[in-house]
């Protein structure tokens, strides 16, 4: 099983762009559905964006059109370009995997049983 490793993580000004990356430690993402959730104090995991073993890619209604999910053709990382940030988007911003998540958890914490530290963002007004 891999342990999903989060990096890209920082301050930046309304407006502008971040690139997070989760690295695969201990093998590849190959056959994994990896996912990017947020997390701030007092509120549940919110999901991001995931992108299935199969390729197909899932977003979150509110990030659609500024945040885009890649995966490298080696299936060693799997990236969060973020643009046009907005102050709701501070968060610390988890990366999660699986080999065994199915299409109807696809966006729920649940449905992934390895996640990395987090790494934080924070988008100033």
């Known amino acids: 099983q891999v342990q999903p490793v989060e990096s890209g993580g920082g301050l930046v000004q309304a407006g502008g762009s971040l690139r997070l990356s989760c690295a695969a430690s201990?093998?590849?993402?190959?056959?994994?559905?990896v996912a990017w959730f947020r997390q701030t104090p007092g509120k549940e995991r919110e999901f991001i964006a995931a992108?299935?073993?199969?390729?197909?890619?899932y977003y979150l209604d509110s990030v659609q059109g500024r945040f885009t999910i890649s995966r490298d053709n080696a299936k060693t990382t799997v990236d969060l370009q973020m643009n046009s940030l907005k102050p709701e988007d501070t968060a610390v911003y988890y990366c999660?995997?699986?080999?065994?998540?199915?299409?109807?958890?696809?966006?729920?914490?649940?449905?992934?049983?390895?996640w990395g530290q987090g790494t934080p963002v924070t988008v100033s007004a």
């Open positions: 992108i299935r073993y199969n390729g197909y890619r």
């Open positions: 999660a995997a699986s080999t065994t998540t199915i299409l109807s958890n696809m966006r729920r914490p649940e449905g992934y049983n390895s």
């Open positions: 201990g093998g590849t993402f190959n056959r994994y559905s």
